[in-house]
């Protein structure tokens, strides 16, 4: 089947921790995006890239890390100094301007 | 900054009623505008995809305008059915020189249908 994966569904940070959300696809689209969605504030783009070794910040970048090292997966690290970290977050991938997203990974702080 | 509008927040109306959702967007180089359909806890559908260069597009009982230069898209939903009750975002594509560059959505309208 062909999609977008995002993994874990759920995932709990610690105060101070790091934590990696993992997104995948096998659609062999060359731009990928991550998004954070907060109640009443829509979704906001984090991180995006629009081809393999290559991404751009989007407009809330601080906090957050990224890396494209194989065209199908686009991790997103939530680092300690993303001070509001609890959110839904999504990823998405596009062809020809169309963009996909996946079903998301909540994350909450402990 | 693109910044995007969608009216009314919320609408909750009997089944059968054909819908109106309004989305207004303040810059208006676009690369396209999508429609999308969120159910609670749930990742995006895309239901319209509209280009730039287009002016409606139409999937089953929806159908989408564009309006680019006035900053307006609007969604119509035709003889509502409580299968549609759910969020609906509208999300211009922004644009550079080097192409598309990731979506700015609005907030939502959250749509309840009633059986």
């Known amino acids: 089947d062909g999609g977008i994966t995002q993994s874990p569904k759920y995932l709990f940070r610690k105060e101070g921790q790091n934590v990696t959300l993992s997104c995948e696809q096998n659609?062999?689209?060359?731009?990928m995006y991550w998004y954070r969605q907060d109640p009443g504030q829509g979704l906001r783009l984090i991180y995006y890239s629009q081809i393999v070794n290559d991404f751009q910040k989007g407009d809330i970048a601080e906090g957050y890390s990224v890396s494209r090292e194989k065209k199908e997966s686009f991790p997103l690290t939530v680092t300690s100094a993303q001070k509001n970290p609890t959110a839904f977050y999504l990823c998405?991938?596009?062809?020809?301007?169309?963009?996909?997203f996946g079903a998301g990974t909540r994350l909450s702080v402990l | 900054k693109q910044e995007v509008t969608q009216i009314p927040a919320a609408l909750s109306v009997p089944e059968g009623e054909n819908l109106v959702l309004n989305c207004s967007f303040t810059?208006?180089?676009?690369?396209?505008l999508q429609w999308f359909r969120q159910d609670p806890g749930k990742g995006l559908t895309s239901l319209l995809l509209i280009q730039s260069s287009q002016r409606e597009q139409t999937s089953g009982r929806l159908n989408a305008s564009l309006d680019k230069s006035s900053g307006r898209s609007t969604l119509y939903i035709a003889a509502s059915q409580p299968g549609d009750s759910a969020t609906y975002l509208c999300a211009p594509e922004r644009y550079s020189g080097g192409g598309a560059d990731g979506l700015t959505f609005g907030k939502g309208t959250h749509l309840i249908i009633q059986p």
């Open positions: 998405a991938s596009s062809i020809e301007n169309v963009e996909y």
């Open positions: 659609l062999n689209h060359d731009a």
């Open positions: 810059d208006s180089a676009i690369y396209n």
